[in-house]
């Protein structure tokens, strides 16, 4: 972004702000990703700073003298607001190439964002982000903060924050979305109610209308969290990397990688070129055969993927039409890389699980579904990985 282009900017969002009184509660308690009061984070007054083209303002928490964080000076304060501001406004610019960020601001699921001199979550954990609820069911905040992003030389280097601010809206679309949960809840499985379709009806199907079965499946059988928990309080991949992200919250990771294998899922059943190359793959998500599809954690193996089917002694009806399956689970090992006779192997670069990109997952899904869930669906492939099941 250019100079000029900048100061541009800054003079028309420094013409949007409109200071006003004190409100006479200067703070409000959100709450915490378990659904219980967070601590108390400070609400700073004023009508904020508007991002053209978006709906949240951007507000400036600087502390206060007597507070344990160091507050911001105006220098600082006046760097952190003005590239946050260019970054929302470059994000917006490019928002379809962020479809996390694009669903946040179409659905309006951001109420604000404030700047803080640190960010703490509500066990004193210092973060560089953090999505925090409000009382108003599907709507959250954003904090960033401004001491990381000094430590980090983010301050005016908009293309280098884009990336890494864009990131948090993973969040921000979970947090909105799963607010009035109980940590709890439970949706036991319907198998007989469930759309199943035959493959010949799922061939004739469109990649919309695949998709939109697909959506139907998940609130009826068909699951994408791991029954066992194996991630509780792990650390998740950056994509693309084998750098890991401390979990904000006990079950970060376990939402993380929930979202990225629903979106896998949904690439399988959209995109032509699956159902040309690995139509096994597709009928298989969608006839009642598959019923599972998760990361785990599981460090006695070395496998990468794995298929396990329940024995024909085990096999259950779906649909109303009562087909007869025997149901298979495709699991994710989160730290281990493939092996050179993977059929994923070439996909993946090295990578670990964790770390593949959307793509990589679709691949990495379709092709171990492709290969191994007649073979083992034949004999029921869960006695020898009973004994290193996640714990």
Same mark, same amino acid.
């Given at each position: 972004m250019s100079r000029w282009m900048s100061l541009g900017l800054w003079a028309l969002f420094l013409m949007h702000v409109v200071v006003v009184c004190v +409100?006479?509660?200067s703070y409000v308690a959100l709450t915490s990703h378990e659904g219980q009061s967070a601590a108390e984070f400070?609400?700073?007054?004023?009508?904020?700073?508007e991002v053209p083209g978006l709906s949240f303002r951007v507000f400036v928490d600087r502390g206060v003298e007597e507070a344990t964080d160091e507050p911001?000076?105006?220098? %600082?304060?006046?760097?952190?607001? *003005? +590239?946050?501001?260019?970054?929302?406004?470059?994000?917006?610019?490019?928002?379809?190439?962020?479809? &996390?960020?694009?669903?946040?601001v179409s659905k309006s699921l951001l109420e604000r964002v404030i700047i803080e001199p640190s960010v703490r979550n509500h066990e004193g954990k210092f973060f560089p982000f953090l999505v925090v609820r409000t009382v108003n069911p599907g709507r959250v905040r954003l904090l960033i903060s401004a001491?990381?992003? *000094?430590? %980090?030389?983010?301050?005016?280097? #908009?293309?280098r924050f884009a990336p890494v601010l864009v990131r948090e809206f993973q969040w921000v679309v979970s947090?909105?979305? +799963?607010? %009035?949960?109980?940590k709890t809840a439970s949706i036991e499985r319907d198998l007989r109610h469930a759309p199943i379709r035959t493959d010949k009806e799922i061939r004739a199907l469109s990649g919309e209308e &695949? #998709? %939109?079965l697909l959506e139907q499946l998940f609130e009826t059988y068909l699951r994408t969290v791991d029954d066992q928990r194996s991630l509780e309080g792990r650390s998740y991949y950056e994509v693309g990397s084998t750098n890991l992200v401390d979990p904000s919250q006990p079950d970060s990771a376990i939402k993380f990688y929930d979202?990225?294998? *629903?979106?896998?899922?949904?690439?399988? #059943? *959209?995109?032509?070129?699956?159902?040309? &190359?690995?139509?096994l793959a597709v009928t298989s998500l969608m006839n009642g055969t598959i019923w599972n599809v998760a990361f785990v954690k599981v460090d006695q193996r070395d496998w990468a993927t794995r298929t396990r089917v329940q024995p024909a002694d085990k096999a259950v009806m779906v649909g109303v039409a009562g087909r007869s399956v025997q149901p298979a689970a495709i699991l994710i090992n989160l730290h281990r890389t493939a092996a050179p006779d993977d059929p994923f192997y070439a996909d993946t670069k090295d990578l670990p699980m964790g770390a593949l990109s959307t793509d990589q997952l679709a691949l990495v899904i379709a092709k171990e579904i492709q290969q191994n869930i007649i073979e083992k669906s034949q004999r029921g492939h869960v006695a020898q990985d009973a004994l290193t099941a996640p714990k």
């Open positions: +409100t006479a509660d400070h609400n700073p007054s004023g009508a904020g700073y911001l000076d105006q220098v %600082q304060a006046d760097a952190a607001l *003005r +590239t946050v501001i260019e970054t929302f406004s470059y994000l917006n610019q490019h928002r379809h190439s962020y479809p &996390r960020f694009d669903e946040a001491s990381s992003m *000094r430590e %980090q030389g983010y301050f005016g280097a #908009v293309e947090k909105a979305g +799963t607010g %009035q949960k109980p &695949r #998709v %939109q979202i990225r294998v *629903r979106e896998a899922l949904q690439k399988i #059943v *959209r995109a032509p070129s699956f159902l040309d &190359r690995m139509p």
